[in-house]
């Protein structure tokens, strides 16, 4: 017996941001934008919005769809570099909402992986369900970034998305999550960061008048290594399961530059018909990237029974993770 997803679901906010838009706010243009990542729109979300609310409302479809009430989840895990705040989790605050309301209530906790945080849960809820530690884990990705974007930088606020995804892992006796391969390289974190709001750099007026609390990021040494991390995860976890690229139907990168992911599909020597992009519409959205990315593939049909899908991301920490799953 194998876990696999047994419901993949995802959220896109109502509000949508294209290049157009951006060239009305910052110095750039559309002709840029696309050429240089491959970015025509992305989703913001509302102003009553948080990143718990946007991961509730992916969650109860997700359930929904495979009949399981909220409390029948033996375990919840959100993704996100977002968080609604420093503490409680946002994933206590999904369960909240979600209407559970009991002292032994399921664990719920966050994973803080950068745009990796998906692949992250889905190990670990792998593991948990594989255990028998739990029946069903539900593992959601969610950003609300437009919230931690300087928009004076067009570096950065032309490529970020909102949105969520979530899977319901369980125990399946067809397909299921073959492998799971994780890795970070600390040493280069400072490349991708958001420098205050924590104990090294509390708010101060200091922070907010340098910029502090926003995203920076060394634009050339994240596309460097993101590069060499995704083909480095990809080709060790094909050697693990014993595929090749020839067995992948569908290749799932972290949507973060169409340079990256060509770059990728090039070195695994994978076509580009057979790698799912959904960056034009959304942005690089973190960590509902790669679930968010597989349900737009899912409700155009093009994802049948059978099909092996490799996934792979790269984000803040820096971390990487690769995962190979049988639909």
Not at 15 to 36: G, P, Y
Not at 106 to 116: Q, S, V
Not at 304 to 321: C, N
Request: aromatic share 6%; proline share 3%.
């Amino acid at each position: 017996m194998r876990a696999g997803i047994l419901s993949l679901t995802s959220y896109t906010p109502e509000r949508v941001m294209t290049n157009a838009d951006l060239e009305k706010i910052v110095d750039t243009s559309d002709e840029w934008i696309v050429t240089r990542t491959g970015i025509r729109e992305r989703h913001i979300v509302a102003d009553d919005q948080a990143t718990s609310d946007i991961s509730v409302i992916c969650a109860r479809e997700a359930l929904e769809n495979v009949g399981l009430a909220p409390e029948d989840v033996g375990c919840y895990i959100l993704a996100t570099a977002t968080p609604d705040m420093l503490f409680p989790s946002t994933a206590c605050l999904v369960t909240a909402k979600l209407g559970i309301d009991k002292l032994d209530g399921p664990p719920a906790f966050d994973i803080a992986a950068g745009c990796t945080g998906f692949i992250y849960g889905l190990s670990q809820a792998k593991s948990y369900v594989e255990s028998g530690m739990y029946e069903h884990v539900v593992v959601i990705g969610a950003e609300s970034l437009s919230r931690i974007l300087d928009w004076n930088d067009r570096n950065t606020c032309v490529l970020f998305g909102d949105g969520a995804g979530c899977a319901v892992v369980g125990k399946t006796d067809e397909g299921g999550i073959m492998d799971c391969l994780l890795g970070s390289w600390g040493a280069g974190g400072h490349h991708l960061t958001l420098p205050a709001g924590g104990s090294l750099n509390p708010a101060s007026q200091e922070t907010i008048d340098n910029r502090m609390h926003y995203v920076h990021m060394d634009g050339s040494d994240v596309f460097k290594f993101a590069v060499r991390a995704m083909g480095l995860g990809c080709k060790q976890i094909l050697k693990r399961t014993g595929l090749s690229p020839d067995d992948v139907d569908w290749f799932v990168p972290h949507q973060a530059n169409i340079r990256i992911i060509e770059s990728a599909a090039k070195r695994l020597d994978i076509e580009m018909d057979r790698v799912l992009i959904s960056l034009d519409m959304i942005g690089n959205t973190s960590a509902a990237s790669v679930p968010m990315t597989i349900d737009y593939a899912q409700k155009k049909n093009l994802i049948k029974k059978g099909d092996k899908l490799l996934m792979v991301a790269f984000g803040a920490g820096l971390t990487w993770g690769a995962s190979v799953v049988e639909w």
